[in-house]
């Protein structure tokens, strides 16, 4: 499917996201664009081999054409109750003054030696410091996101979601862009890894094991099995690339830094399984329906045994 270029109906207040906004179409779409052009395949290839899963195989003409039926569409938000968190509470931050001075703060703690030997200096040293960590602190965007996080299952579908309905995934760039400014992570790296998040999501879903089987059931399971596994799937996806791409490790770990437990359940399970267990795990999982999450932890305890 083609997407087409929409922009949003909110007119954001703060001028920071005004520009971002506006230059969204010449400076930040490209990258979008370049993203979904050069990961979809090696996302959806690591997937694949590592779920057993495939999304639908479509042939025309003669010519296979793998893992279509799922497509990606790059929109501003999904709706514009972020971009009204960022107005009411931080009006005036400017994101590059923001950058800036966080750098400076930065800076003054390494050269502290430096005025320490004179007290007068000193004195305007320590002002100093003190006047750039208030502004940073009355100017953070943390605000805004945690009131988003709250919200149980509000924080990813704040950058990404996935339509169980008609089956397609859906970046949301305006967080994305702000998210990115305020934490100085790469945005084609956090673009990556929101992508494999949903990605995931579509696998788990609509994706085929080897007896053609869906997971039709998959929005009646426990938000704390469904995104556990996508943030499994995802993570596994960052640990396979990141000796040739340290950044996208960093983008990762900022996303999930703050996150819902939602988001972070997995963690209290991951290591004690391997994705040859998860693998099979998923596929119990998938064909009993379970949607308690005390029976999902069952079945990956079940798979280890059966392999081991
Ligand atoms: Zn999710």
Redesign the pocket.
């Known amino acids: 499917m083609q997407e087409l270029f929409e922009q949003s109906r909110y007119a954001p207040k703060n001028h920071s996201v005004a520009k971002l906004l506006a230059e969204y179409s010449s400076k930040y779409m490209p990258v979008f664009e370049k993203v979904k052009k050069d990961w979809n395949p090696t996302i959806r290839e690591f997937y694949r081999s590592t779920m057993g899963l495939r999304l639908y195989n479509g042939v025309k003409g003669k010519k296979a054409i793998g893992d279509a039926g799922v497509s990606i569409q790059i929109r501003p938000h999904k709706d514009d109750s972020f971009l009204k968190a960022v107005d009411e509470m931080l009006p005036d931050v400017d994101f590059d003054r923001y950058a800036q001075l966080r750098e400076l703060r930065d800076t003054l703690l390494k050269v502290s030696l430096h005025y320490a030997s004179d007290p007068e200096r000193d004195k305007v040293y320590k002002w100093m410091l003190q006047d750039t960590r208030n502004y940073l602190k009355g100017n953070s965007l943390s605000g805004p996101f945690t009131a988003m996080m709250k919200t149980p299952g509000s924080h990813?579908?704040l950058f990404g979601n996935?339509t169980y309905l008609d089956q397609h995934v859906e970046l949301f760039y305006m967080p994305l862009l702000i998210f990115c400014k305020y934490k100085e992570v790469d945005l084609q790296w956090a673009i990556v890894v929101v992508l494999a998040?949903?990605l995931a999501?579509a696998y788990h879903h609509a994706g085929r094991d080897n007896d053609g089987r869906v997971w039709a059931g998959m929005g009646r399971a426990h938000l704390w099995i469904?995104?556990g596994l996508?943030m499994y799937y995802s993570e596994r996806f960052v640990a396979s690339q990141e000796r040739s791409y340290p950044a996208l490790r960093k983008a990762y770990d900022g996303l999930l830094d703050g996150s819902g437990e939602e988001y972070t359940s997995y963690l209290s399970w991951k290591n004690e399984y391997s994705l040859e267990h998860v693998k099979l795990a998923l596929s119990m999982v998938r064909r009993h329906n379970v949607t308690r999450y005390e029976h999902f932890l069952e079945k990956l305890a079940e798979a280890k045994k059966l392999m081991n």
């Open positions: 990813r579908s996935y998040h949903e999501h469904r995104e996508a």
